[in-house]
């Protein structure tokens, strides 16, 4: 997944290490610093793993296709929750995170 935009850089969790673990590998983020920091970057910014409640808006924006995206989430085990069609030839899924944040993903179509 070529991960571009992601709206919050904070992402709540109840257990801030398996998170870290979920959109490092599900979502391919790049690993910044040392490795023992376990901080992710996306559009050139770091995310942040916090104890807290889950959130419903996370929206991503990948630059896949989506028949691509589909097979990626399909091999990480990751249902869709839901898919819509998006203005200027954009599909989005919905997916939920390892700590039940809801992520919506809007790839090419």
Known sequence: MKARKLNHKIIPATDPNRAFRFWRDVFDLPQSGDQSDRVLVVDHQDLTFTTGPTRSDFELLVRDHISDLKKHLANN?????????????????????????????????
Do not use: Q, Y
């Open 77 to 109: 085990f990751v249902p869709v929750e839901k898919e819509e069609e998006r203005f200027g030839n954009k599909v989005a899924l919905t997916v939920h995170d390892s700590e039940g944040n809801t992520v919506v993903i809007e790839a090419n179509a």
